[in-house]
């Protein structure tokens, strides 16, 4: 879907507000509708214009495009797994995307998505704790839900769990999210 679940907006937001980067540079893979980035709008930018954050998405699914995406300095329309670029992120959203690539290539996005990374930055995903079955959504083929990650194989990549996925929400869903930290030196 073009949006993701309700229950991890808190933690993410809070992830960022802790870190609060300024100028930053924002990257939002699978942006949907562009929630996230409305809110690194307001709370990075602090709702004022012009925007100092300079502000990317990546969506495969153009159909998603809407008014919000005018937030963003630039959305790319393509394959996220196909993305590549040199700028160097502050901060990276991999929110409700995980789930819906082969594991190896989210292993590939995830490591690509590493080294993009600037010192001190962060890189937050988001994804179902358990396999819920989805198959196409709104005519978009990207919306099949192909695998499932535990903590442990996220933990084995570098990431700090900031929810375990073990008590559902107010909807059912169990959610797993997890933070990177780039604490190398270069």
């Not at 809070?14 to 709008?41: E, N």
């Not at 890189?123 to 989805?134: C, G, L």
């Amino acid at each position: 879907m073009p949006i993701g679940a309700y229950s991890e907006i808190s933690p993410i937001v809070k992830q960022f507000i802790k870190k609060r980067p300024r100028p930053a540079v924002v990257l939002d893979l699978g942006c949907g509708m562009g929630l996230y980035g409305a809110l690194v709008r307001q709370y990075i930018d602090m709702g004022v214009q012009p925007f100092k954050t300079k502000l990317h998405g990546v969506e495969g699914f153009e159909k998603y495009r809407n008014p919000t995406w005018s937030l963003y300095d630039e959305v790319f329309v393509g394959d996220i797994v196909e993305f590549r670029n040199s700028t160097k992120y502050d901060l990276v959203f991999l929110n409700d995307v995980l789930e819906h690539l082969p594991k190896a290539d989210g292993l590939a996005v995830i490591t690509r998505v590493q080294s993009w990374l600037n010192e001190g930055g962060i890189f937050i995903i988001s994804t179902p704790a358990i396999h819920q079955e989805q198959g196409v959504a709104h005519g978009n083929e990207f919306e099949i839900h192909r695998c499932v990650w535990s903590a442990k194989e996220l933990e084995q990549l570098g990431f700090e769990i900031i929810k375990d996925g073990v008590e559902p929400d107010e909807y059912g869903n169990l959610m797993l999210t997890a933070k990177y930290l780039n604490s190398s030196t270069g």
